[in-house]
């Protein structure tokens, strides 16, 4: 996660994270701090290589982060052992970012896109920020959301430098 940190820290849109390891690792961690090692399986990840802007990056972590969060809290009341799995694919002008549970969904009548607590309005929020869409599926095998943002129009950001040689001001540590 030291790797990540460090380039969610450079400049704002100075450089590309790809999202597959990324975000496994935001959902590694979310579910290890929620449940105990065997409450939660979390599926492997089969990302095709999705890249963005460190600053897209950190806010669609931030949305992922939540929705992992959520489902290891509330997707098996019974406690019974739940799958999450988290996906993201480059779809042209979109990347296509998805958070599925295998639990019980949202309680009835519960309506994703204008109810909730802090969670799921500051999920809201982070994705009108990066003019994302954020849509929610559920029923009785679970809650599958999906994120789509759209690429950022800049092409001027700098290429993918996970090592940039060391005193060069601004730039990432050597990995
Ligand atoms: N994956 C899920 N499966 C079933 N219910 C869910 C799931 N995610 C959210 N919910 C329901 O939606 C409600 C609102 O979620 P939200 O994240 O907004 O608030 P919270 O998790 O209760 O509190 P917090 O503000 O700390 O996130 C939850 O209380 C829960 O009832
Ligand atoms: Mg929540």
Redesign the pocket.
């Known amino acids: 996660m030291g790797h990540f940190h460090r380039l969610l820290a450079q400049p704002a849109d100075t450089h590309l994270i790809d999202l597959g390891p990324y975000l496994h690792e935001i959902a590694r961690s979310a579910i290890s701090a929620m449940s105990s090692p065997d409450a939660t399986t979390l599926d492997p990840m089969a990302c095709k290589t999705c890249e963005l802007s460190n600053s897209q990056a950190l806010l669609i972590g931030l949305i992922v982060g ?2 992992v ?3 290891v ?3 098996h009341p019974a406690g019974v052992r739940g799958r999450i799995r988290v996906t993201c694919e480059p779809t042209g002008a979109h990347s296509a970012i998805g958070v599925e ?1 295998d ?5 009835e009548g ?1 309506d ?1 896109s204008i ?9 809201r929020l982070l994705a009108d920020q990066l003019r994302a869409t954020l849509t929610f599926r ?1 029923g009785p095998l ?2 599958i ?1 999906h994120l789509l943002v759209p690429a950022e129009p800049s092409t001027s950001r700098t290429q993918i430098h996970l090592a940039t040689p060391p005193g060069v001001p601004g730039s990432a540590s050597p990995v």
């Open positions: 939540e929705l969060t959520n489902s809290k509330y997707a549970d639990g019980v969904g949202f309680p519960f994703p109810d909730g607590g802090l969670g799921l309005r500051t999920a559920s679970g809650v959301a």
